[in-house]
């Protein structure tokens, strides 16, 4: 293994300052996994992680499983390490914590950097094999390494501290992100099931509203602008409704009506029987009065005749 870099004034770049420093160069490769290692630089560090993580390549691919496959951009800010189809950011190598990059000169397809976690604050080697890229993509990595560098001496130190900046900004971002996705997932729970017990509860649990008709007893108030209204009894039942008179009047074989004085009207006799019926209904009512007002007295009567 060697450094794939160096900052000597005469190093001729493959790419234009340009499309590091304000855009990325992309490369396709084959992701072997991480490695924590105790040093953050040197040949045999990165030998023994190259070294152990093919074997643990070798056990899977016996297993089935492929070598997946990545997508690196460099630029100036870092390296970062794609899924090629979803675009999703696996790992996100800020350059200021790479601290050694290498190719293996024994294979040729094989490169490796070292990276300070974030988080951990471990030192993490990453191995890719790529067939045909390997020493182009460790001279990238050196390039951006160059004109970070410069960009670091022409601002004095500041560049640096804004990229940290940025960088914490970002993962707050990302986090915030996460949260507000799980959030979204609790309330859409939440909300299907409150629907699923309105379903449950809505033919047998509903409750339907008391009648503003009735009283605290289901009783209908008087009210004496409607008379005839229905009154329903303690059960709830509703009493038959009473049937008037001209309803219950029948009428005889010949399809006429039973003679009725005390129905006609003053106007269906001549004055003369008019007069003999309201004198016998006067007299009845008095027989009736004298009844009910000494209803204890019985009259005399006198039979006379032959008693053998």
């Known amino acids: 293994m060697n450094r794939a870099f160096s900052r000597k004034k005469d190093k001729t770049w493959m790419h234009t300052p340009e499309a590091l420093s304000k855009h990325y160069i992309p490369y396709n490769a084959k992701f072997l996994g991480s490695t924590e290692v105790e040093q953050p630089k040197g040949t045999e ?13 070798h056990i899977k691919k016996s297993e089935g499983q492929k070598t997946p496959k990545v997508e690196l951009q460099i630029s100036i800010y870092g390296v970062k390490i794609l899924d090629p189809k979803t675009k999703e950011v696996q790992h996100n190598c800020q350059l200021h914590r790479i601290s050694f990059c290498a190719d293996d ?3 040729k397809r094989i490169f490796t950097f070292i990276c300070k976690d974030s988080e951990s604050n471990k030192h993490l080697c990453y191995v890719f094999d790529s067939e045909k ?3 182009e993509i460790t001279l990238t990595i050196g390039q951006a390494f160059d004109l970070a560098y410069r960009k670091f001496l022409e601002s004095g130190g500041k560049d640096v501290e804004t990229r940290k900046q940025i960088a914490g900004l970002q993962k707050r971002i990302h986090e915030l992100e996460t949260e507000n996705m799980e959030l979204k997932n609790k309330v859409q729970d939440l909300e299907n099931q409150l629907r699923i017990s309105q379903v449950h509860t809505s033919p047998a649990g509903s409750v339907t509203p008391k009648s503003p008709s009735t009283d605290i007893f289901d009783m209908v108030p008087f009210s004496p602008i409607s008379p005839q209204s229905s ?3 303690r059960n709830g039942t509703q ?3 009473v049937p008037s008179r001209s309803a219950e009047i029948k009428r005889d074989l010949f399809g006429a009506e039973p003679f009725d004085p005390f129905s006609c009207g003053a106007g269906d006799f001549p004055p003369d029987i008019q007069s003999k019926l309201d004198e016998m209904q006067h007299k009845s009512y008095f027989q009736l009065l004298g009844f009910f007002q000494n209803p204890w007295e019985t009259p005399t009567t006198e039979f006379r005749g032959n008693f053998g």
């Open 239 to 241: 009493p038959p409704p």
């Open 105 to 107: 000169k024994t294979d």
């Open 231 to 233: 009154t329903p009894t």
């Open 133 to 135: 890229c390997a020493e």
């Open 45 to 57: 560090v990165v030998r023994d992680a190259v070294r152990k993580l093919k074997f643990a390549r």
